[in-house]
């Protein structure tokens, strides 16, 4: 297990960490520009509401990315500033070495496995010998996999079938597959539409309800602080409105997803929306990279400091 003192081993005590002003935005001159990456799913709806808790002088641009990894990538790479994406595409990253550094949580749970209505996969051990669609390195491959472990099965006793969470709806009404271990909404279009039976929402593990977190290049919290300080502040604040205001959460991922409003109140219950990361979080997160490194999904742990939690902590204090 990744113990929490290695995790935050490094990291400084006793910064002030509260958000921006907006009169030390006015004072600075120029409109600050923050780009954010955020999937298309219900579990990333958090930025569509940054508008509303923004500073003035202060702009946040979401730019959508079809898959975590892509997310992670852009993040990595710079071409956007923070970004939300699976823990495991995270996991991949700073096993990898890469300057990553997961900040705060973005959604826990929103995850399911899905069965065709009618068939005769009721229960997890019922996938063997099935074709079952799977997100090769996302966070639903590790929880399935150990899922399938626990019921004393393994990735060889069934046919995985690698399609993307979006079109995991599509495959199972074509026929193409047998069951998918998907992220919402897809599971709630399925149910809510017929086509598919609920097998389980694989949080009975010891790692929870992990799913998606906010992170950050490792260069941003060295040299821009305050600009970190003021995104998580936005972050919680809508994070906090959305989950508390579940009408406004479907209606805007109704806009912004296209799904059909029935599908999405089916799916709403299931997303946990958080931007909290404590030592539960970092338990977890320490069990889950454990699993990743026992199914040679990465090659080592992630380097002390990959969890950094000095900022969620200051926020949660104030």
């Known amino acids: 297990m990744i113990r929490r003192r290695s995790l ?13 002003s907006r009169r030390a935005a006015r004072a600075e001159g120029a409109p600050v520009t923050i780009r954010m990456g955020s999937l298309k799913l219900i579990h990333s709806i958090a930025p569509s509401f940054y508008e509303r808790f923004t500073p003035e002088n ?15 990538n852009a993040v990595v790479t710079k071409s956007v500033d923070f970004g939300t994406f ?28 899905i069965a065709k209505k009618g068939s005769d996969i009721h229960a997890i051990k019922d996938l063997r010998g099935k074709r079952v669609a799977i997100w090769p390195g996302s966070t639903q491959e590790v929880f399935a996999l150990e899922r399938m472990r626990m019921e004393g099965l393994s990735v060889k006793d069934i046919t995985p079938v690698r399609i993307s969470f979006s079109e995991m709806h599509i495959a199972l ?17 399925s149910l809510a539409s017929g086509v598919g039976q609920l097998v389980e929402y694989p949080y009975g593990t010891e790692m929870g309800a ?3 977190v906010f992170g950050a290049h490792r260069d941003t919290l060295a040299e821009r602080p305050d600009m970190v300080r003021t995104m998580l502040d936005i972050h919680r604040k809508a994070t906090e409105f959305a989950a508390g205001n579940r009408e406004a959460m479907i209606a ?3 806009a912004k997803l296209g799904q059909k409003r029935e599908a999405l109140e089916l799916s709403a219950p299931n997303v946990e929306l958080t931007w909290r990361l404590g030592p539960d979080e970092v338990r977890q997160a320490g069990a889950y990279a454990q699993h990743m490194l026992a199914l040679k999904q990465i090659k080592r742990l992630p380097e002390p ?7 969620v902590d200051a926020m949660s204090r104030a």
């Open 252 to 254: 805007m991922a109704v």
């Open 210 to 212: 992990l799913n998606m």
């Open 58 to 72: 202060v702009r946040v641009e979401v730019v959508p990315f079809e898959s975590p990894t892509e997310c992670k």
């Open 86 to 113: 699976g823990l495991a595409s995270a996991m991949l990253g700073a096993a990898a070495g890469e300057p990553l550094v997961v900040i705060a949580s973005t959604c826990n749970r929103g995850m399911a496995v």
């Open 305 to 311: 400091g990959f969890i950094d939690t000095r900022f």
């Open 8 to 20: 935050l081993a490094g990291l400084g005590a006793g910064l002030a960490l509260a958000p921006l």
């Open 173 to 189: 009404a074509r026929g193409d597959v047998d069951a998918y271990v998907g992220a919402e909404p897809a599971p709630g279009v």
